[in-house]
């Protein structure tokens, strides 16, 4: 992998981390009456994904909607059956029940995923 295909994938994790970072800044902001401030981290995380998304399209990862279909319900498939257990697991044997609250929600919800993509990749034929 070149240096520029490395560079492009820390940009793409830090500028979707950042995106998340400040959608949960404007959730707080909000829930403190800051309509204003809250306006102001939605207005920042929208341009964060906005490269995020371009530095994904220039690694080659945005294929054919079927492509990306059978891309996705591989990748929910591998945190059903691998990831979120594990991380349950260890959040469980650390007592650390949010956490693995926060996993199990997670996990559950990778299922519907899996299957919404599995249906909709039937329908495309």
């Known amino acids: 992998m070149s240096r520029t295909d490395e560079n492009l994938k820390i940009a793409f994790a830090n500028e979707s981390q950042t995106n998340v970072e400040y959608l949960a800044y404007a959730h707080q902001a909000m829930e403190e009456g800051l309509m204003e401030m809250a306006q102001l981290f939605r207005e920042a995380a929208g341009a964060e994904i906005v490269h995020a998304l371009s530095h994904l399209k220039v690694m080659g990862v945005v294929k054919s909607t079927k492509e990306n279909l059978r891309e996705a319900a591989e990748g929910e ?49």
């Open 77 to 125: 498939s591998l945190e059903i059956l691998s990831m979120y257990p594990k991380f349950i697991e260890e959040a469980e044997s650390e007592g650390r029940e949010e956490a693995a609250n926060s996993f199990r929600i997670a996990f559950e919800r990778e299922k519907h995923h899996r299957s919404m993509f599995q249906q909709a990749l039937k329908h495309m034929g």
